[in-house]
Structures are given as structure tokens and as C-alpha cells.
């Protein structure tokens, strides 16, 4: 058997070096626990990048895909089944919207995103000049579509030219939102709460005002949720807690707790004025395996009662959180909802992440400053305490 050092050299010489890894190579996993090939074991506040939000090993999610697997996996969408039929229902359910479409990833539905809403404003006016407004320090994907609103430079300028007519404003600055808005304007989009650019939630008075501009002007209010929806912020989708209803809303991610799907959606006024046979397709997207995954995962989220054990969990999570920020003078803020918290410090954070995986503690970045905490949503009060023990270590 190959050593994890010998498995690590061996990705350097093959894999394309586009990731800078973290020195391990996980092997399973067990409830909110990861354990490497050496057979250490590891508190996980990552969870894949919020995607595992039912924790590892679990028995009812792996024997549902199981099941799928050993009917169908996949038969394009030139023909109807019943898992994209169920989980559609499903969506429309927990998300309050009217139509589906499944995608492969994040990216891939913020794709479909700006395809919708360009299409709906082409209808209007027949110009093919119309500007999406999004938002600086955001985050939508790495495809040429997504990275275009992405609101990073540094991600955008070695591709540019990018897709155009994208404008930049700042979040929860709504008068930098109105200097943008013009007669060209189709659609709004950020994300509900921003992940990758440094954990910012939107302000309630922000969300209400651009969805009174858009009511106003037939603007499409686009939200992406693929990091903070599906019970990360303590409602199936943020913008619930707020009740501020997106025309077009965005997810992934935990939406299937680790098979690789995505979803756009929108309302029925949208659906029925934009996107139609031949303007949008995918191969894999809204195959049976992922079908059943989704349903699957909003079965666990309403039987469980995940939502409600995400609030009661995520204010544990702020208040020791608040505790560890108080006691350390180079942590400069503490933001986020629910099980999507950051630390802010005054330096960078690489040195403390490496330092918690080496005690056994799954940790990452939102940017080069801010400590991001992205558990399974399962986890309880008694693995928040041991996290807590490990990050203060890591700080002394």
C-alpha cells in the first residue's frame, strides 16, 4: 500500500497543479469526522466546501443512491424520469419558485442564471445590449459566464475579455447599486450571503429596497445561494428569513450532499418569458442518480428538522466564537448566519489553518485574512466545543 506522501507526489506529477493542497489525502469519513489514510481522524468544519451537510457514513443517503444506482444512473433529457420529476416537486416545495432546471455544479446554474435573464429582456425589447449589475467581493463560479460576475479582479484578469455589459456595485451600498441602474438594466444578482469574498451577509433594508427597484423597473432580482442556501443560514434558503423572493434563485452544493448537481430556478413569470426549447441544455444535468439524491437530502432536511437544529446549533457557534474574538486582540470582526461564520483577523490565516489540521481540525480560508466555518449542518454544541479548544491552541 502507497504511503500518503507517496499518493501526494504522485498527484503533484499528474494532477494539473491548479489547487495548492493541504497535505493530507482523506480516506472516509464517519459522521462529522474525516480520517486520512493514516488512520488520523479529523473534526470537519469544512464539509467539502459546505456541500456535505449530512455528515459522512450516512446510511439512509448511501442507500437511497445505492438504490438509484442499481435501476438507472443516467438517460439524457430527451426522455422524463421520475427522480428529476420528484426532486423538482421537492424544490418547488422548500424554495417557494415555480420552474426548474437542473445543472452539473454552482457555476453551471449561474450560467443558466444569465442566460434567463438576458433572454427575458430580449423579449421585452428585442436589443441585445442589456447590463446584469452585480456585486464587488463576490464569488459565482470559474466558468467564462460566472467568473464575469464574479466581483474579484484578480480572478477575472488573466481571461479577460470577459462576458460584457456587467456592472460592479458594493454590497449592502444600495446608492452604488442606483448609480448603475440604467434602461439597459436586466437583472441584480448576489449572493444572499457572500462565502469566497469574506463572509458578508446582505442587510435586510439592502435585499428590501433593490426588490422594490426591480418591481418597479422589470428588473430581475437574481440571488445565488448555492454556499448559504439549503439550511446553512437556518431557513432552506436565506432570503427566507427575510421574505424578500428572488425572480431567479441560484443553488448546489449541500442541495445534494456530495453527488455533483445544481439548479436554477425562477418563477413562473420568469419561466414563461424566457428560456424555451433549444435556448439551454445539459447532458448529465437532472439525471436520475442526482434526481434521487435531491430527494433524498430534503427528506433527512424535513424529517430531521434540520433548519431549526441549524439555528439553535449556529448561535452556540456565535457565541464562542464572539468569546474567542474577544479574547484575542488580532481578530478584528466575527460575521455570518447560522453554520456560515468568518473571523476576520489582522493577518493572514494560512498559518492557523495549518496548524488546526495538524491538530486534527478541518479548516479553510475566505480570502487571505478571514477563517470561514463550514460545518456539516448535523454537527452538535459538544463538536463546536472541541473545535473551540483546538482554534484557541492554534491562536496561543
Known amino acids: 500500500m502507497n504511503t500518503m506522501k507517496e499518493y501526494i507526489d504522485e498527484a503533484e506529477k499528474d494532477l494539473l497543479h491548479t489547487y495548492n493542497r493541504y497535505q ?58 421520475v427522480p428529476a420529476i420528484e426532486a423538482a416537486k421537492a424544490m418547488k416545495k422548500i424554495s417557494g419558485m415555480d420552474r426548474v432546471f ?3 455544479s454552482g457555476a453551471e446554474a449561474i450560467e443558466g442564471a444569465i442566460k434567463t435573464a438576458r433572454k427575458y429582456a430580449f ?38 475579455p470577459m462576458i460584457g455589459n456587467i456592472r460592479f456595485a458594493e454590497m449592502n451600498d444600495i446608492e452604488s447599486v442606483k448609480a448603475l441602474i440604467n ?10 450571503v457572500q462565502g469566497e469574498g469574506g463572509v458578508h ?11 422594490k427597484i426591480c ?26 428569513k427575510y421574505g424578500v423572493k428572488p425572480d431567479v434563485l441560484t443553488s448546489a452544493k449541500a442541495l445534494t450532499c456530495g453527488v455533483p448537481a445544481g439548479a436554477f430556478m425562477m418563477t413562473e413569470k420568469v419561466g414563461t418569458h424566457s428560456l424555451v426549447a433549444g435556448d439551454h441544455g445539459t447532458t448529465y ?50 460575521r455570518g448566519a447560522g453554520l456560515l461564520q468568518g473571523l476576520e483577523l489582522d493577518h493572514p490565516v494560512a498559518d492557523t489553518i495549518n496548524k488546526a489540521l495538524d491538530k486534527g481540525l478541518v479548516l479553510i480560508n475566505a480570502g487571505t485574512n478571514i477563517i470561514r466555518f463550514l460545518p456539516p449542518l448535523v454537527i452538535e454544541k459538544s463538536d463546536v466545543d472541541e473545535m473551540i479548544d483546538i482554534l484557541n491552541t492554534c491562536f496561543e
Open 215 to 240: 418591481d418597479e423597473k422589470d428588473i430581475l432580482l437574481m440571488l445565488d445561494e448555492i454556499q448559504c442556501g439549503m439550511g446553512r443560514c437556518g431557513e432552506y434558503f436565506a432570503w427566507q
Open 183 to 192: 434602461d439597459k438594466t436586466c437583472a441584480i444578482l448576489f449572493e444572499t
Open 102 to 104: 437542473f445543472t452539473n
Open 24 to 81: 493530507v489525502v482523506f480516506d472516509h469519513g464517519e459522521g462529522v469526522r474525516l480520517f486520512d489514510l493514516e488512520g488520523k481522524s479529523y473534526l470537519d468544519f469544512v464539509c467539502g466546501i459546505g456541500v456535505f451537510a449530512l455528515g459522512y457514513g450516512n446510511k439512509e443517503y448511501n442507500d437511497a443512491l445505492k438504490s438509484q444506482i442499481d435501476k438507472i444512473i443516467h438517460t439524457s433529457n430527451y426522455y422524463y424520469n
Open 285 to 334: 444535468g437532472g439525471n436520475p442518480l442526482a434526481g434521487a439524491a435531491v430527494v433524498e437530502v430534503i427528506r433527512q432536511f424535513e424529517n430531521g428538522n434540520i433548519n431549526e437544529h441549524v439555528k439553535e446549533v449556529g448561535s452556540y457557534l456565535w457565541d464562542k466564537l464572539e468569546e474567542v474574538k474577544n479574547a484575542h486582540s488580532d481578530i478584528v470582526d466575527h
Open 201 to 211: 451577509p446582505a442587510e435586510e433594508a439592502f435585499l428590501k429596497e433593490i426588490r
Open 123 to 160: 423579449l421585452k425589447d428585442g436589443k441585445t445590449d442589456h447590463e446584469i449589475i452585480a456585486m464587488n467581493h463576490s464569488f459565482h463560479g470559474r466558468t467564462m459566464g460566472a467568473l464575469s460576475v464574479t466581483g474579484t479582479k484578480k480572478y477575472r484578469d488573466p481571461f479577460e
